[in-house]
């Protein structure tokens, strides 16, 4: 997963709780990424961070928050999770080619009861 | 929200023959690129396409990024069991920051 770690792998809430997806990078690479996973609609675009101190609301922000305190981390923030955040959640990187292609992590499986 | 067509949305093959997916976009995009997905695992780059016209082979994959800078599309030559996954692709707008994934691809391969 190109150096990229997302922690739990697993995760199950109840409504309302809160809780705090971990992605970290051993590459030193400036944007990072956070993406959610739902059948038959690809990915999208949560928030991203294009560098340490940084971030900006994707395509689906709303019910999150992040955090980018360092290079090496990104985390990704539920305050009060519904079972609409029920999906997994993708970190991923940038890198190679001119900084145009995106490694991914191996993903958290959310669910919401 | 941006999502790509990709087609087909799913296909079901015999062991050794070709298969070709495409993803079609309103954009114009900077980069194309496609991945696929094992279940379970996140997404692995399988090619980068980085300028209009450019044809780029991995191995039994070749791949193109359309003269309009609006298309792309992917060949899988030989098809094996192991090609089994869904099959994403994905654009970079020309502001660099964010990238748009097409539905996806599922791709079955029968021995």
Redesign the interface.
Known sequence: ?AG?TQTPKFQVLKTGQSMTLQCAQDMNHN?M?WYRQDP??????IY?S?SEGTT?K???PNGYNVSRLNKREFSLRLESAAPSQTSVY?CAILR???Y????????TRLTVL | GQQLNQSPQSMFIQEGEDVSMNCTSSSIFNTWLWYKQDPGEGPVLLIALYKAGELTSNGRLTAQFGITRKDSFLNISASIPSDVGIYFCAGQGYTGNQFYFGTGTSLTVIP
Do not use: C, T
């Open positions: 997963n990229v944007s990424y038959g609609m690809g990915l999208r675009l991203y294009a900006d994707g395509e689906v993708f190679g080619h001119s145009n292609e995106q490694f991914f992590g191996p993903g």
